[in-house]
């Protein structure tokens, strides 16, 4: 896409810090860091969210992203990582190119996850959103 960051970062006409990079995603450190040594895995084909990304390639994202977590416990002395895909703006998907963050993480960080819980309002509640959910189940996947 013409307008598209991840995509000129793809290209070549936008420099990024590079850590990875093969046939299918590309990885760079993100330009506004939650910790030092977050990471942006993006596929090199542009794509708005997850559920577009061929299963391929969503399998190549999380293979690199579990290799770039394992090398940052390590390079920066995490305890931990998070892999985090928003998809969507309501989820906080800022640049609409699906991207996974490797976020290395660390006991006093400051970053608290889950946010919240939100419980059912009871078993019927619960049943029939699991119901919905496996009736809109693509059958492949």
Partial sequence: MANCVFCKIVAGEIPADKLYEDNCVLAFLDIAPINKGHTLVVPREHFFGITAVPAEIQARMMQVGARLGAALLRAVGADGFNLILSNGACAG???????????????????SLPARSVPYEDDNEKREIIDRIRNRMAPHA
């Avoid at 609409?96 to 963050?101: A, I, N």
């Fill in 93 to 111: 998907q800022v640049v609409q190119h699906v991207h996974l963050h490797v976020i290395p993480r660390f006991p006093d960080d400051g970053i």
